[in-house]
Nanobody, 115 residues
Framework: QVQLVESGGGSVEAGGSLKLSCQAS????????MAWFRQVPGKEREGVAFDDSNIMVTYADSVKGRFTIDYDNAENMVYLQMNSLKSEDTAMYYC?????????WGKGTLVTISS
């Protein structure tokens, strides 16, 4: 059983920063890829940042240069550092993992940016 539990969401003013955390537990295969997705009600989920076995890290164009994904292998923690936040970053953020980066999902943590 793979479990992903997010934390660190909250409300912050535009221009501020937040750091999301995800505690991963369970069988090892989930480590193939770890990622962060986000979703706004009424819109499709958007892949924000991907860490593919610490070999390749990619970001959505909308967050490139502002967000950083980091995986702590020793602690099985995945982080998303978000800087220079904008109102359009407001969303539910999900930690994901697995062979396709989307096999396992956390329940999400809400990020609200006020302008």
């Amino acid at each position: 059983q793979v479990q992903l539990v997010e934390s660190g969401g909250g409300s912050v003013e535009a221009g501020g920063s937040l750091k999301l955390s995800c505690q991963a537990s369970g069988s090892n295969p989930y480590r193939r890829c770890m990622a962060w997705f986000r979703q706004v009600p009424g819109k499709e989920r958007e892949g924000v940042a991907f860490d593919d076995s610490n070999i390749m890290v990619t970001y959505a164009d909308s967050v490139k240069g502002r967000f950083t994904i980091d995986y702590d292998n020793a602690e099985n923690m995945v982080y998303l550092q978000m800087n220079s936040l904008k109102s359009e970053d407001t969303a539910m953020y999900y930690c994901t993992g697995g062979e396709t980066c989307k096999d396992y999902w956390g329940k999400g943590t809400l990020v609200t940016i006020s302008s």
